[in-house]
Structures are given as C-alpha cells and as structure tokens.
C-alpha cells in the first residue's frame, strides 16, 4: 500500500542498498519455484515508476508461473524500513499464491518488521480459481526512491542465471517510468540452445555450456560471440570437476561442480571495450542461484597451488561478493573463467543446509585443473615442466636425425614402425613431431601423478600391453649396439 508510505519532495531519491539485496532474494525464489516446475515457466519482474503515481515510490512486481509458494520462504526474509535514517519502504509485502490443485488463490501480507512469526503474516480474503487449472505466484512492494538502481542488479542476476541453463524459464524486466509507451523498457533472457539437449543434459553439462556462452558474449551482454575477442567456439579450452559430500543423520549430501575455461584471444581484443584485462572472474552459483563468492571459495581459491599449473597467483579482489583473480606475468591474449556451483543432492529440503568445506571446494576446482592438462597436451604445466619441455624440439629434432640419418635401414625401418610409420610414407617433419608430441604427453602424464606416486616412464612410445621392451628382441639389441 503506497499510502503507508511517507511522501518526500524534490526529485526522485535513490534506493537504499538494503532493498536490492531482498529483491534478489524474491527474484531467486521465484526463480527456484519455476525450475521444480514440469512445464515451461514464465518469470517477470515489473518495475513501475508511471508518472500518475507518487513519482517517490517505485512499486515492484515479482509474478511467475512456476510451483504454489512455500511461505516458510519468507519467514527468514529481513530488510530494514529505514537506512541512514531515511524511510525507504513500508516493510510490507503482498503474496498471492495456488499450486495446481488449489481451488483458490490465496493472498497473504506479510510484515517483514514483525519478528514474531504469528503476527508477520495476515491472510487476506481467497479468490475461487471457478474451476481453473493453473499455478504461480505474486510477490508485490513498494519503496521510496528510483527504480534506476536497480535495473542493473537485476539484469546482471539474470545474465547470471543464464550460465546454469535452465530449459524450462523465460525471463523478463520491464521498466515503466511513465504513462506513454516509449517509456517502456523490456529485457528478456531466453536459454539460447536446443531444448532437447538441454532437459536431457546433467547440472555439470549444462554449466559447461552456460559458462561458454557467458565468456563468448562477455557475460551475456552481447548477443551474439564477440568477434573482436574470439575466432569461434572451438578455442576454448575446458575442464570439469566434481566433488561430492556424503549424506548421513545430520547432514544432506552435496555436490561441488566446477566448470573452468581458457581461451585464446585473438589481436583484435584491443579494439573490444568489453575486454577483461587478464583478470579471472569467479561465478559462484548455491542451489541453482547466483550467490556471492562465500568465504571458504575465498579461501579455497586462494590454497589451490596454482604454481603446480603454471599460475602465479597476485591477487584476490573480492568486490562485495564479486571476485576476480589476478596472475603474474600472464599473456594477454589468454583469458581464464571459473565458474563453481554447489547444490544439495535433495532439494529443495526443509533440513538446514550447510555450506560446503574447504577440502571439498579444492578438490572440486583442483579436479578440473587436473581435467584440462589431461585433455590438453603440454597445457598448464609447472614452471619446472616447461623448463624441461623447453628441451624437447631440440631432443625430438636429434632423435629424429638419428632415425633418418641411419645408413642401415632395417634400424630406421623397425625406428619408424615403432612410432605408427611406414618408411615408404614417412617424412621427417611427421617423425619429428610426433616425436615432441609424445615426450611432451609423457611430462605431463608425470605431472598429474602425486609425487610420491611419481615413476619414470618405462615405455616411451607404448601405450601398453606387454612390459617387455621392443629393443629386448636379442638379434635386434646385438645389432644395436654393435
């Protein structure tokens, strides 16, 4: 109800912090009540400031078409009425809610300020459904102040909420700021993939694709790949871990899933205004809603030995929840996201969820770390490992000149079967990095191993099966070394 509401002369002031915060909150659950639902949902935020109004309040709308409301949702919501001594809303919220099967529509106030849980919440006379199949939720409010401020925070939620790839939710924000139609203002996100594969798709594959949309089109702000910075989709380099948490009387099991991409930028980059400099920004996601990085990510990204992949770590910028990881000596043309998610493996539940540990955050991010040197040769080794590596042309090229420079052609003609060739069909070049490639593959096979676990590589150019050398055939070692 604006009227509760005090009026303040003069222009319109801006929305205190506080309000944001809780907007999110209402936003998420709605958010979270349209994807436990079966069917294709629609979530709509309205922000409305129409001159034939207070031009003071701003009333906010929060509808979507998703599962009946729990209200135990609201009963942990707080949001103070003033900030620095200034009103900034009534405290008041406006519920209607139906599940499916309801026969009514129910409407509810709740008072936010009331901290007994009998009084917050006053129902309000039902509205029959007549017969009428359908389920949703209204969340409405009004606050002192222009609704500028806000549209920011909620457009970069949504763009967020993208990264997880929810098929079954549209989303919109409309802004009114006055009675005519050229005062409107929409945005709509949409999951930009086919259906098929995306109701099909696990949470891990699902945020492996949200996550490489979102750094292709510059955290969902672009439309389409960003031409300036990126060829196409097949430069993108992935790894994906996951770290689970046992259930047990006290606790539910959980699930740490870690998505983390490495790009190749191309020269172009300098021109796009959207470039990240080379810094590394951390998506945190809690039960399939954007989140602030909490404190043990902060600490588990900080523990991660990154010098064991190459990564000299300089910083850590936590900007009220938003964190972005800086390294030293990193190539501009490289850029690195993150993107981790942790979820209950039941949800939604009404037992107190706890956070994941920090051992359990590490592991999840250091297997991905792990996935993307098994899938990428020769990439994110240690600075040792590349020392070594940095040896290999030259010991490939060697090996390479004593295979073709033998005069005596059953050596190169057994050499070169050994490595896959046919010495009718082989050129040096082929020879030569094939070669590196191998050696290389090898230093990084040495690397993935703990160190205790570490053993020389017996068998260079084997991929298994007998343990017993090639070069063991007696006739064959007699004539090599002779």
């Not at 990193?330 to 037992?351: E, G």
Request: hydrophobic letters at 35%; one cysteine or more.
């Amino acid at each position: 109800d604006t009227n509760t509401i005090s009026k303040a002369k003069g222009p319109a002031m801006e929305i205190s912090a506080p309000v944001p915060k809780l907007l999110l909150q209402l936003i998420s659950s709605a958010f979270q009540r349209c994807r436990l639902a079966e069917d294709l949902c629609r979530l709509s935020v309205l922000l409305d400031q129409s001159t034939d109004k207070d031009p003071q309040i701003s009333c906010i709308s929060i509808a979507d078409t998703g599962i009946g409301c729990n209200l135990e949702e609201f009963q942990d919501l707080k949001c103070p009425r003033k900030s620095n001594g200034a009103k900034i809303w009534d405290g008041l919220l406006s519920v209607k809610t139906t599940c499916f099967t309801d026969e009514e529509v129910y409407y509810y106030h709740i008072n936010l300020d009331e901290n007994s849980s009998n009084k917050r919440m006053k129902r309000q006379p039902s509205q029959a459904k007549n017969g009428a199949k359908f389920s949703g939720t209204e969340v409405s409010l009004s606050v002192v102040g222009s609704t500028d401020v806000l549209v920011a925070p909620i457009v970069g939620f949504f763009r967020k909420m993208l990264v997880l790839q929810i098929p079954n939710v549209t989303m919109d924000l409309v802004v009114n700021q006055g009675a005519s139609p050229g005062t409107q203002t929409q945005y709509i996100f949409v999951v930009n993939a086919e259906k098929t594969l995306c109701f099909t798709a696990s949470n891990l594959e699902r945020l492996k694709s949200g996550l490489e949309n979102y750094v292709l089109k510059h955290g969902n702000c672009l439309d389409m790949i960003c031409d300036h910075c990126f060829s196409d989709r097949e430069h993108l380099k992935f790894g994906n871990g996951t770290a689970c948490s046992e259930e047990n009387r006290k606790r539910i099991g959980g699930t740490m899933e870690v998505v983390i991409v490495i790009s190749d930028l191309l020269e172009t980059t300098r021109d796009c205004s959207r470039s990240c400099d080379g810094k590394t920004e951390v998506l945190y996601f809690d039960n399939f809603s954007p989140s602030p990085v909490p404190h043990i990510a902060l600490s588990a990204l900080k523990k991660i030995d990154w010098k064991s992949y190459g990564l000299i770590l300089a910083s850590v910028n936590d900007q009220d929840g938003h964190v972005f990881l800086e390294w030293e000596n990193f190539p501009s043309y490289v850029q690195i996201q993150i993107a981790l998610h942790w979820y209950q493996n039941q949800y939604p539940t009404r037992q107190k969820t706890d956070p994941p540990g920090i051992t359990l955050v590490k592991k999840g991010i250091k297997n991905a770390l792990d996935d993307l040197k098994a899938k990428h040769e020769g990439f994110l080794l240690s600075s040792h490992a590349r020392k070594i590596c940095s040896y290999v042309p030259d010991l490939a090229r060697s090996l390479a000149g004593l295979i073709f420079s033998s005069t005596d052609m059953d050596f190169q003609g057994d050499c070169l079967s050994v490595l896959g060739f046919t010495p009718q069909e082989s050129e040096r070049e082929a020879v030569e990095e094939y070669i590196q490639r191998k050696i290389v593959t090898v230093i990084g096979m040495t690397e993935r191993k703990p160190q205790k676990d570490q053993e020389p590589a017996p068998f260079l150019f084997f991929d298994g099966g007998s343990e017993t050398s090639y070069f063991e055939d007696e006739e064959l070692e007699g004539e090599y070394y002779s």
